[in-house]
């Protein structure tokens, strides 16, 4: 059960990211907190974990020393440009990423 923490860790550190905004700083809507992809190269599933979210809404997720980028825009997760993209979840969208159960969604308080 290592995820625990590593879930742990990933709302605490959105939560401090989001407690030190400007109020007038808005929660972008629709991004899951991790996302699951299959890796081909070494055949083990990869959960990525959000980690920041830029202005234009455009989100990283980090897996250890990897990690991605969802467009802001398209909402598809974009390969790599230093590294072959070995993870079956590049070039998705996150409407195909949640329609085959491979996200993990951050539920907000009512």
Same mark, same amino acid.
């Given at each position: 059960m290592r995820t625990l923490p590593l879930i742990v860790v990933a709302?605490?550190? !959105?939560?401090?990211? *989001? =407690? $030190?905004?400007?109020?007038?700083?808005?929660?972008?809507?629709?991004l899951p907190l991790a996302i699951m992809?299959?890796?081909?190269?070494?055949?083990?599933? !990869?959960?990525?974990? *959000? =980690? $920041?979210v830029k202005e234009d809404g455009a989100a990283t997720y980090r897996a250890g020393q990897l990690s991605g980028t969802?467009?802001?825009?398209?909402?598809?997760?974009?390969?790599?440009?230093?590294r072959p993209a070995v993870l079956d979840c590049?070039?998705?969208?996150?409407?195909?990423?949640?329609s085959s159960g491979r996200v993990i969604e951050l539920q907000r308080a009512r």
């Open positions: 709302v605490l550190g !959105v939560a401090i990211t *989001l =407690a $030190t905004r400007t109020v007038a700083q808005t929660v972008p809507s629709g992809c299959w890796n081909e190269g070494n055949k083990q599933w !990869v959960v990525g974990y *959000l =980690a $920041t969802v467009n802001a825009k398209t909402h598809v997760v974009e390969p790599p440009g230093n590049f070039g998705k969208t996150l409407d195909q990423l949640r």
